[in-house]
Every structure is written in structure tokens, then in C-alpha cells.
């Protein structure tokens, strides 16, 4: 990852174009971290080629969007046949894709829209679960590009003010990563309450 840094930095006028490429091929299990891509994108916005940022928004963006579409097309197209094979079987362990179906079953939509803002290979295997369950794509495209355009811009606006502390913004990361989820999954919890306390109330009458 350190090589993949240093090109994109060496590059820095067309990173827009490397960040987008890597960010697609993340979409088939290819190990990159989306969050490290916006992070760069944001800081060389910021410090090197400012000309660019509206470039780089767009490019892990849609780089990020696109890339969530490759790993439910895989879900929904390649099936179960995808843990035949190796290079698949290594990134998705079957316990992991298990619970999130759990979960899909259980919460629906929102699996989905919370899930988004979990990184550490967690969002592959929860849009590949997507596939592999047959949600409408309409209704993935709605949750996810909600989701995605949330983080994405949350996450580039931080990184882009915290340009100049680079070090900083990356031990400080995983951090924000962790809020962020949290403030969510708070969010989440509040509308399920809702939602259970008013059929109470419906049922009672």
C-alpha cells in the first residue's frame, strides 16, 4: 500500500484517475481501502493540486458508488459460485457473509445503509450479500448512494481541512470511522423504538 501511495502521490495531476481506477478494482475483493483513497484524494486536494478537487470528489465518489454496484453484481450474478474459488474464499469468510445475511433478514434496508459506514472489509461482503439475496437493485441503489454520498463527502470535507496534518488525520482515522458508524447505528436504533413503540400504541387502541 505504501508503493500504491507513493505513485498516486509522485502523480498527483492525474490522481483523480489512479484513485478511481483502484477504488473499481476494490469492487472485485481487490484489497484497497476506500477510506485511505478519499483520505489522499482530500489531502492533495488540499496541499498539491487544488485545481483538482472537484476531480477528486468525483473520483471517489463514483469510484465508490460503481465499485459497490461490481460486488452486488457479483453477489447476484456469480452467486454461491463465488466461494469456489480462492482468491474470493480468502476475502469473504462464510462466517461473516452468514451474520449479515442474519442481519438482512432482520433489519432490511437498514443493514445496508448502516452497513456502508463500516470499513474494514465489512462493505464488500455487505453488498455481495446484497447480490446473493436478490435485493431489487433499485432499492440498493437508494440505500447505498445514500450512504455512500454521507461518508464520502463527511469523510473528504474532514480530510480536506485537515490537509496540512496528514500524520494526524490518518492515526485519527480509525476514530472517526468508529463515530461515525456509531452516530448512525444510534440513529438507526432510535427509528426501529419509534417505529415498534407506535405499533404498540396502534395495537393497544
Known amino acids: 500500500m505504501d508503493s500504491i501511495i507513493a505513485f498516486i502521490c509522485e502523480h498527483a495531476q492525474h490522481a483523480h484517475f489512479v484513485i478511481f481506477t483502484l477504488l473499481i478494482l476494490a469492487g472485485f475483493c481487490v484489497p484497497v481501502s ?107 441503489l437508494l440505500a447505498d448512494g445514500l450512504a455512500c454520498i454521507t461518508s464520502n463527502s463527511v469523510l473528504f470535507f474532514f480530510a480536506y481541512k485537515m490537509g496540512q496534518n496528514y500524520e494526524t488525520l490518518l492515526n485519527g482515522l480509525k476514530w472517526f470511522n468508529m463515530g461515525l458508524f456509531a452516530f448512525f447505528a444510534v440513529a438507526v436504533i432510535g427509528v426501529i423504538w419509534y417505529k415498534k413503540k407506535t405499533r404498540k400504541e396502534k395495537s393497544s387502541t
Open 34 to 140: 476506500e477510506d485511505l483513497m478519499i483520505v489522499i484524494g482530500a489531502v492533495l486536494a488540499a496541499t498539491v493540486v487544488p485545481h483538482h478537487t472537484i476531480e477528486l470528489f468525483l473520483a471517489v465518489f463514483l469510484g465508490s458508488y460503481l465499485s459497490d454496484w461490481i460486488a452486488y453484481g457479483l453477489g447476484r450474478f456469480g452467486g454461491g459460485k463465488l466461494m469456489e474459488k480462492k482468491w474470493f474464499s480468502k476475502s469473504l469468510k462464510t462466517k461473516r457473509l452468514a451474520k449479515i445475511q442474519h442481519f438482512y433478514k432482520r433489519y432490511g434496508f437498514w443493514t445496508l445503509l448502516v452497513g456502508r459506514f463500516i470499513p474494514f472489509g465489512v462493505r464488500n461482503a455487505l453488498f455481495i450479500t446484497a447480490g446473493l439475496g436478490k435485493m431489487p437493485f433499485s432499492r440498493f
